[in-house]
């Protein structure tokens, strides 16, 4: 499947250790992988793992690594890694190098680039490395895997995401968002005033301490638009917002804004969406 999307060479790692979701297992057999084939570069798509492998990796390789980049690109000159992260809760961007040893780590944001398109007639090298993993590396112990009700696309891949606020007032109102995400083939998100006050489950929450989202869409419905929220979306190419004060932080973010009442812009626009499908 890497080969297909890209790839030239795929490490094959395999080990008893590894079958579990264990990190402390992945960051040891990274590591090795990464001293036995000197990368220049590692890049690390930053899921809930990745955040927590890369830094993790570069300490034991006692080099340099970049965090919630966005995007990375070459200096033809140096030929080091530059690298663009928000910071300051996404109100502004850096951009970023590394000293000289290699490897420079990545930690890219999930959907900041477009995957490319499937070839099956790619061919490829396939490499096994063998792992030396010591059941001593593992420290923290799974123990329970407790799955929820998971239905529809993941908000991490979803081309459309439609975020509730807390000017919803209760959770009653997300019932109307999943009317609307269902429609456009979309997945639902909250602030994290929405989660913390109980009206959906915190893995909806949106933002620098949630999920990093980078639809092509993103609705917000009753949402004000504070930084931390900011930094969760911040990668979405179109935003749209309704919310009933037209001062919110949000308008300044938005591609389109609506100004009005969720209770009646909501129905309008599902109706709107519906005429447009049956067209």
């Not at 530059?82 to 300051?88: E, G, L, S």
């Not at 209760?170 to 968002?177: D, I, K, M, R, V």
């Not at 269902?182 to 909250?190: D, I, T």
Request: with cysteine; glycine share 10%; proline share 5%.
């Amino acid at each position: 499947e890497a080969i297909s999307l890209g790839a030239d060479t795929v490490c094959l790692v395999e080990h008893p250790l590894l079958v579990k979701p264990s990190i402390d297992a992945r960051v040891a057999a990274l590591g090795q992988v990464c001293r036995q084939r000197s990368p220049s570069v590692v890049l690390v798509s930053r899921t809930i793992p990745g955040r927590d492998i890369g830094p993790r990796v570069a300490f034991r390789l006692g080099v340099g690594m970049a965090q919630d980049c966005v995007e990375v690109k070459l200096n033809a000159v140096t030929n080091r890694v530059v690298a663009t992260r928000p910071v300051y809760g996404g109100n502004a961007m850096a951009t970023v190098t590394f000293a000289d040893a290699d490897p420079q780590v990545v930690v890219l944001r999930a959907g900041a680039y477009d995957q490319p398109e499937r070839d099956p007639s790619r061919t490829g090298a396939v490499v096994k490395i063998d792992a030396d993993l010591d059941p001593s590396v593992i420290r923290v112990r799974h123990i329970e895997t407790v799955r929820g009700k998971s239905e529809g696309v993941s908000l991490e891949n979803a081309s459309v995401v439609v975020c509730g606020g807390r000017g919803l007032g209760g959770p009653e109102p997300f019932e109307t968002l999943e009317e609307l995400a269902s429609l456009l083939g979309g997945a639902v998100g909250a602030s994290r005033a929405a989660t913390d006050a109980g009206w959906v489950n915190h893995s909806y929450q949106i933002g620098l301490t949630g999920t990093t989202v980078t639809p092509d869409l993103y609705i917000t419905v009753g949402v004000s638009g504070a930084s931390q929220h900011m930094a969760g979306c911040s990668g979405a190419r179109h935003i749209v917002a309704v919310n009933r004060d037209a001062d919110a932080n949000i308008f300044k973010e938005a591609t389109y804004g609506v100004v009005g009442d969720w209770k009646n812009v909501l129905p309008s626009l599902i109706e709107t969406v519906r005429e447009f499908i049956k067209s």
